[in-house]
């Protein structure tokens, strides 16, 4: 039967996909589902504990403050780096002398190893030799402690997210190329100015697009500091101003062996991922019906 | 309302020229068709007038305004794309609207403007519903009730029935004739089909390769044409052009022998080709000229086309559907002189009368 055969085809197709989203992510979810209910640490037998580390994390100070830092994160990264990706498609979609190197250097630091980027914005960071402060005196600003003040290490953390929009912006990019120029030339012949067509054309024809984007951002968000935290500022300067939740569930983990109790924590930062993109959803429903295209 | 006027228009596009010096005058309330297949540069002249391209070289002319610079909003033109280019995310009430919301028109006002155009076009009904809630007609005419809106001075329509099927456009060609017979408003009309130029055009511009080949009435141009690409492209089926030799008093061309004095051209030796409408190829008749084996036989209603060779030659002949010949018979055939039109085998430009 073709049917038959096309269908085993599709399926031996998918099987390398499936295989490495069950070994990578469907086995490794659901021990950590196991595993938030025992204490464990590689070299005991596992105990079990019930619901005991949800309970732990419920009195952990240091728990609370890498929630709310995280909350903090999202709160302001992935607006920016919405706005970010947006504005430089919107700039970059058009056509002029270069515009390629443009768009590959917006896209640049996504393709960095986040070891390496997180190294170069510590020698940008650094309040001595850095370059951003000596440009900033410079220019006679504010020179802010980035690695020693809490405010301002959590600050730099959100301003290096920034720089690596460039999957957004790519995504953003294709979106508005892919709008018919027609209505942009019918909108020049009936006399619409820019902000009026960005805001009656432009936008709400990108709108599906950017809410996944959105969607997509605040769960990447939730991972993307770890890195930075653990490099450029160690989860400090105290207390705990750049302790996220990955950073707290490696710490517990990986530092501290604690790897029921790092299961746990996980699975909160899983569930407020969740809660936050249902939110949004809900919020946005009717926004987007409005511009259901 | 105002006219249009180009002035030796030319457009480069990186060097490679779509219009070469376009000199074309549209008349205050005229509804004139630039007519010429893809790539004749038709749809750039149309543009030009909208602003949607610069030009080269040359200027524009709306009323007794230079708007060659001036951007799209100041020209005061209307433009019907053959996309129809709706917004998909508003209503038919606020794609009508648009550039009255855009040049922030009072809301009582653009709401009693909508609906008159609406109503002018018959689709006072649908203002509530999307375009994706909508037929290919019904589309065509929120665009037109959206460039009535703003009541422009010229209306610029970028083959806007191309989308429709057959018998839509039919429809709708009367429709919009009638709509620019009631508003008595500057129309500049592109489109590539000859048939649809002719029977909307006051006057029809054909243009080939980025010329003006020629501008005149409908009935001018078909009857008329200043050359072999004007009677090919002007007239459906495409006139049957045959290379001819004059010898004495005759001109031979294809199975053809037609006397030299009844063509009334001054032939001055120079290699010329025979036109010939189908409509005057004639089967039969006692002064038939010619014989010619039937090819195929076309019967499309109330006419047939029959496809001929002869001596060479392939022609084709228009005649009535009944009583037609058989695929494969032998006719005759016959071509009334002073039905026929002379080129100059080089040129392609028609030979003046003596």
């Known amino acids: ?293 | 309302m105002a006219g249009v006027v180009f002035d030796d228009v030319r457009k480069d596009y990186g060097g490679v020229p779509a219009l070469r010096g376009l000199d074309l005058e549209v008349g205050d309330g005229e509804l004139l068709v630039l007519v010429g297949p893809s790539g004749s540069g038709k749809s750039t002249a149309l543009r030009i007038v909208a602003g949607l391209e610069e030009p080269t070289a040359g200027t524009i002319r709306i009323g007794s305004r230079d708007v060659t610079r001036l951007p799209p909003a100041s020209r005061d033109v209307a433009m019907v794309f053959q996309s129809y280019a709706l917004f998909p995310h508003l209503t038919v009430e606020e794609n009508v609207g648009f550039g009255l919301r855009a040049r922030r028109v009072p809301r009582s006002e653009t709401r009693a403007r909508v609906a008159e155009a609406a109503r002018v076009v018959g689709c006072e009904d649908l203002l509530e519903r999307r375009p994706s809630q909508l037929s290919g007609g019904e589309r065509q005419r929120v665009a037109l009730a959206r460039a009535l809106v703003r009541e422009p001075d010229v209306f610029l329509l970028d083959e806007p029935l191309s989308n429709l099927d057959a018998q839509l456009r039919v429809q709708t060609r009367a429709e919009l004739k009638r709509l620019h017979a009631r508003l008595g408003a500057t129309m500049v009309y592109v489109t590539h089909d000859q048939v649809e130029a002719l029977t909307m055009g006051d006057r029809v511009a054909v243009l080939d390769g980025g010329i003006l080949q020629q501008v005149g009435a409908p009935q001018e141009v078909y009857r008329r044409p200043a050359n072999r690409f004007v009677g090919r492209f002007v007239g459906s089926p495409a006139m049957n052009v045959l290379p001819a030799e004059v010898e004495d008093d005759l001109v031979r061309a294809g199975p053809f022998r037609l006397p030299r004095s009844a063509l009334r051209v001054r032939l001055d030796g120079r290699p010329i080709e025979i036109g010939v409408r189908p409509e005057h190829v004639v089967l039969g008749g006692l002064d038939a000229q010619a014989e010619a084996v039937v090819q195929i036989v076309e019967v499309a209603g109330t006419e047939a086309f029959v496809h001929l060779e002869a001596a060479g030659a392939l022609l084709v002949s228009r005649t009535a559907p009944e009583g037609g010949p058989e695929v494969g018979s032998l006719v005759r055939i016959a071509v009334d002189p002073r039905h026929a039109h002379v080129f100059d085998a080089e040129t392609g430009a028609a030979l003046t009368d003596e």
């Not at chain 1, 302001?76 to 700039?91: I, K």
């Not at chain 1, 960071?125 to 900033?136: A, D, R």
């Open chain 1, 1 to 293: 039967m073709r049917g038959d055969s096309e269908r085993r085809g599709l399926l031996l197709l998918l099987l390398p996909y499936v295989f490495g989203i069950a070994l990578l992510i469907v086995i490794p979810g659901a021990i950590t589902f196991g595993l938030a209910l025992f204490e464990y640490d590689l070299i005991r037998s596992p105990r079990f504990l019930g619901l005991d580390n949800f309970r732990e994390l419920w009195n952990d100070e240091i728990f609370r403050i890498s929630l709310r830092n995280s909350l903090l994160f999202i709160l302001f990264a992935v607006p920016l780096r919405l706005v970010g990706a947006l504005a430089l498609a919107l700039l970059l979609h058009q056509r002029f002398r270069a515009v390629g190197a443009y768009r590959t250097a917006a896209y640049l630091p996504t393709v960095v190893p986040d070891v390496a980027y997180a190294l170069l914005w510590l020698w940008i960071f650094n309040p001595l030799y850095g370059p951003l402060n000596l440009l900033l005196a410079e220019l006679g600003g504010p020179t802010p402690r980035w690695l020693t003040d809490p405010r301002d290490a959590q600050t730099a953390i959100v301003i290096m997210s920034l720089f690596q929009i460039g999957e957004g912006f790519l995504v953003a990019l294709a979106t508005r190329q892919a709008l018919p120029s027609e209505l942009y030339e019918l909108s020049a012949v009936e006399g619409a100015r820019p902000v009026y067509v960005f805001l009656r054309v432009t936008l709400p024809l990108m709108a599906p697009t950017l809410l996944l984007l959105l969607f997509r951002d605040t769960v990447f968000s939730f991972q993307a500091n770890f890195v930075p935290a653990l490099i450029v500022t160690d989860g400090g300067p105290p207390p705990y101003a750049t302790t996220y939740l990955p950073l707290f569930a490696y710490q517990n983990a990986f530092e501290y062996l604690r790897y029921g109790y790092a299961a746990a924590a996980t699975l909160i930062m899983f569930g407020v991922t969740a809660a936050i993109v249902y939110v949004q959803y809900r919020i946005v429903r009717r926004w987007r019906h409005s511009f259901a295209v």
